[in-house]
């Protein structure tokens, strides 16, 4: 009977420390903004599940989606002028 079996070595490529890399982090500094006019949306999204949406509501709602467009264009535009084009 032959037994087949993966070497460790095969299997795991590279060890991963489970760190993010420098590179990584920079990502995420740089998409931050974004990433924390989301979480406001989706706050305010939450707030309104159990109850019906009142005017005030819906206030705080389309402010919040407009930082987010507002967040998403800023970030395209430093992401092009990174790269060296304009978006």
Same mark, same amino acid.
């Given at each position: 009977?032959?037994?087949?079996?993966?070497?460790?070595?095969?299997?795991?490529?590279?060890?991963?420390?489970?760190?993010?890399?420098?590179?990584?982090?920079?990502?995420?500094?740089?998409?931050?903004?974004?990433?924390?006019?989301?979480? !406001?949306?989706?706050?305010?999204?939450?707030?309104?599940? !159990?109850?019906?949406?009142?005017?005030?509501?819906?206030?705080?709602?389309?402010?919040?989606?407009?930082?987010?467009?507002?967040?998403?264009?800023?970030?395209?535009?430093?992401?092009?002028?990174?790269?060296?084009?304009?978006?």
């Amino acid at each position: 009977m032959k037994f087949i079996a993966a070497l460790q070595a095969v299997v795991t490529a590279a060890s991963f420390d489970g760190e993010p890399s420098d590179e990584e982090l920079d990502a995420i500094e740089t998409e931050m903004p974004l990433i924390l006019a989301e979480v !406001d949306l989706l706050d305010a999204q939450i707030m309104t599940l !159990d109850r019906p949406v009142t005017e005030l509501d819906a206030q705080r709602l389309r402010r919040r989606r407009r930082r987010v467009l507002a967040e998403r264009r800023d970030l395209t535009n430093r992401i092009a002028t990174a790269a060296g084009g304009a978006a």
